[in-house]
């Protein structure tokens, strides 16, 4: 339970992160303290704080940008977890949605993802191709989120119009996956003597997917707008669509063969046990649009007018392995047998509807009260979500084999119930960034929550079988921050904060207490660290705490029948050190970053409970990626590293997947022809073909496991004209 040995990696490395910041100022000339070299100096919009550089927030964030996301072949949010330490993987199965995890906690795909800031429904598949970045915020977000997981936010940013642009890629990786995609921008004259008062930018994107992963060749396609006009000098109007489709069979996991940890060099990691031959394509439909006017009052003052909307269509299919009927007529219930069959289901719950709408008001600016500068935001968002679903099958359809060779009978008959839900929420929220002085600055947010929710059970014919549950709740979400500038390149930071998640026991007939709402969970994280930025290096060390409350089942009688009851049951806690370093020299560089993790369950009145770590939760990370220029003028060599600890597979901790690491190799050789630009890209990952169990979640009561990826390559050209 004690944190002392973080704490003491904590200062270590952060003795070295000074003494490394002392020889880089001797190497290279001080920069005035507004000057931020590097990829610390571009604003992360999820903070909450506006245009502040990433190295003045007191919070930990990192930016991806679409060239990085090019440069290693990455096209789904799922791509993170090779860039960030602090990003983990949490049930990431080809051809379906992206989870993620950071710093141990599973992040709410309801919840905890943005588009430029608004709100979005992240169960979908989500297109990156007219996405200029991704930012990753780490850690509570209550005064970025009304409610949501404490793990963190990831936001993604969409391209703008630009100055003139003509992109097109044409790629191929893999067993034959065909790419393309076309990225172009113009501005227009309004006809008045301004010939920048229109912009346009149209991105397309298509593919057909043939990966190494066997049974799930599908395609995908996207088109996205955007556009914009300057309409006087104070007032800038912004608008844009995106239609997507994505169709794709997915992959189901491994599984423990009884109480046996299979090894993973005896797995073919291109087996897909949704494999039947009544298999079906999940099949992901979204369309998304918004709408942004800002005007510009005065020199220090801006309002902000920002509406999206998003409508999603699923088809959710599976030929599902889940637990096993031994012949003996043993039931494995969490595993499959140990001669490695497993009882399969045929698993469909099709046409579901999640809709979601944003309207975020806002003024930001500039006061001076008392000699204390103050940087103001505040505002009022507007939010609801409706997911319209109907019956689902979930019918049991024979037995299959973790070498895909049984075949089974599909039943895809609609027995089975689903929830409808209805979600409403009115956030007003204020943050200061406050300048006492050359060296100190204070950080204060607040934003209060109203929230509305209904949710009630809807049949096979999609009438009504459950009586609705609707609730409200209230609650205010604190932060507080400090800095200080040691120099004008090293920043020491401290800060406090609070989120909130909203929870309601299921609506079933084992719960005692169903439907009713538990009190708001309300996580609490303090945070220390150090940033610096040069032109040569970029870095930060930070240590942090994160707890939230912990919810349980426990087994109750209720008039002679057993049941289940839910309840608050002591705390989930994560603290750990985090670091991260961007070196920058002639032709080349390395990004690195690093977070050593104690997850740990706590309090609980169950002593057998305390102590227990998180399963599919790994306490070491390592990620690199390097960059070098070599001979040929435009040829730059790449790879990347990723190194991952042991994670828990059952609840007890009585079995773990080993640690692992992969290396993959790159490179990008930019060819001027005239005025036009080749961009040719090759790369290979998983170069020396590991084989390992890359994650172990545990999903309604059952293990699964997923291996890594056999070795793949990817090339692609880019013509910019």
Request: contains cysteine; proline residues 5%.
């Amino acid at each position: 339970m004690t944190p002392f040995p973080l704490r003491r990696l904590a200062f270590a490395l952060a003795a070295g992160g000074l003494s490394f910041h002392a020889a880089a100022q001797t190497a290279a000339p001080a920069l005035p303290s507004v000057v931020i070299k590097g990829s610390a100096e571009a604003p992360a919009t999820v903070g909450g704080f506006g245009d502040t550089p990433v190295a003045k927030l007191p919070m930990q964030a990192s930016i991806v940008s679409a060239e990085q996301l090019t440069d290693r072949g990455l096209t789904s949010l799922a791509g993170l977890t090779l860039l960030d330490a602090s990003v983990g993987d949490s049930y990431n199965s080809a051809g379906y949605v992206s989870y993620l995890k950071i710093r141990g906690y599973d992040l709410d795909n309801r919840f905890n993802f943005r588009r430029d800031g608004l709100p979005i429904n992240a169960e979908t598949a989500l297109p990156l191709a007219n996405k200029s970045s991704l930012e990753v915020l780490k850690g509570t977000s209550g005064i970025q989120a009304g409610t949501s997981a404490p793990g963190g936010l990831v936001n993604l940013v969409v391209k703008r119009p630009t100055t003139e642009l003509t992109s097109v890629t044409l790629g191929v990786s893999e067993r034959g996956t065909l790419e393309s995609a076309m990225d172009w921008s113009r501005r227009f004259s309004d006809g008045h003597g301004n010939d920048k008062a229109f912009g346009l930018r149209v991105n397309l994107q298509a593919a057909k997917l043939r990966p190494e992963l066997r049974d799930a060749d599908g395609h995908r396609w996207m088109m996205a707008v955007a556009g914009d006009w300057r309409v006087t000098r104070d007032t800038l109007v912004e608008a844009e669509v995106e239609i997507s489709r994505q169709s794709q069979p997915s992959q189901p996991g491994f599984s423990l063969l009884g109480d046996r940890l299979p090894d993973a060099k005896s797995i073919d990691p291109r087996t897909n046990l949704n494999n039947q031959s009544w298999s079906l394509p999940v099949v992901f439909e979204g369309r998304t649009a918004s709408l942004r006017v800002q005007h510009q009052l005065n020199a220090d003052w801006k309002l902000q007018a920002h509406a999206a909307i998003q409508r999603l269509v699923t088809d959710d299919r599976l030929a599902y392995p889940f637990g096993c009927t031994a012949g003996d007529g043993t039931y494995y219930p969490s595993t499959y047998c140990p001669d490695g069959t497993f009882d399969q289901y045929d698993f469909r719950s099709e046409n579901e509807h999640r809709n979601s709408d944003a309207l975020d008001l806002s003024a930001q600016g500039r006061l001076n009260t008392a000699g204390i500068t103050h940087e103001l935001t505040t505002g009022v968002l507007f939010s609801r979500y409706k997911s319209r679903l109907q019956g689902q099958a979930y019918n049991w359809a024979g037995t299959g084999n973790i070498w895909g060779t049984l075949p089974t009978t599909a039943d895809p008959t609609l027995t089975g119930t689903n929830t409808n839900r209805t979600e409403r929420s009115a956030e007003v929220y204020l943050r200061d960034a406050m300048q006492f002085s050359e060296r100190w600055q204070g950080w204060l947010g607040v934003r209060h929550t109203r929230l509305k929710r209904d949710s009630v059970a809807v049949g096979p014919e999609a009438g009504q079988v459950g009586t609705p549950n609707p609730y409200a709740q209230s609650f205010t979400t604190p932060w507080l921050g400090v800095s200080y500038a040691i120099n004008a390149q090293l920043l020491a930071y401290a800060s406090w904060g609070q989120g909130i998640e909203s929870a309601v026991v299921p609506n079933l007939p084992v719960y005692a207490n169903r439907t009713a709402v538990l009190p708001a969970l309300r996580s609490r994280q303090w945070e220390i660290g150090l940033k610096s930025g040069s032109r040569t290096v970029d870095w930060s060390i930070n240590y942090f705490d994160v707890s939230k409350p912990a919810t349980r089942d426990v087994a109750v009688t209720v008039n002679g029948l057993d049941m289940l009851e839910t309840r608050i049951d002591g705390e989930q806690n994560h603290r750990g050190v985090e670091a991260q370093a961007d070196l920058k020299w002639t032709n080349g560089g390395l990004m690195a970053s690093a977070m050593k993790l104690r997850a740990r369950r706590e309090r609980s009145e169950d002593a057998t409970l305390n102590g227990l770590k998180p399963t599919n939760v790994p306490e070491t990370v390592l990620k690199l990626q390097a960059r070098q220029g070599v001979g040929l003028p435009g040829l730059e060599l790449q790879a990347g590293v990723v190194y991952e600890g042991k994670r828990m597979v059952l609840p007890d901790n009585s079995l773990a997947i080993p640690s692992w690491t992969r290396l993959d190799l790159g490179a990008r050789y930019e060819q001027n022809i005239g005025r036009q630009q080749l961009i040719w890209r090759v790369g290979v990952d998983n170069v020396t073909d590991r084989r390992a169990w890359r994650e172990s979640p545990y999903q309604y009561g059952h293990v699964y496991l997923y291996p890594l990826a056999n070795r793949t390559w990817r090339a692609s050209v880019e013509w910019v004209l």
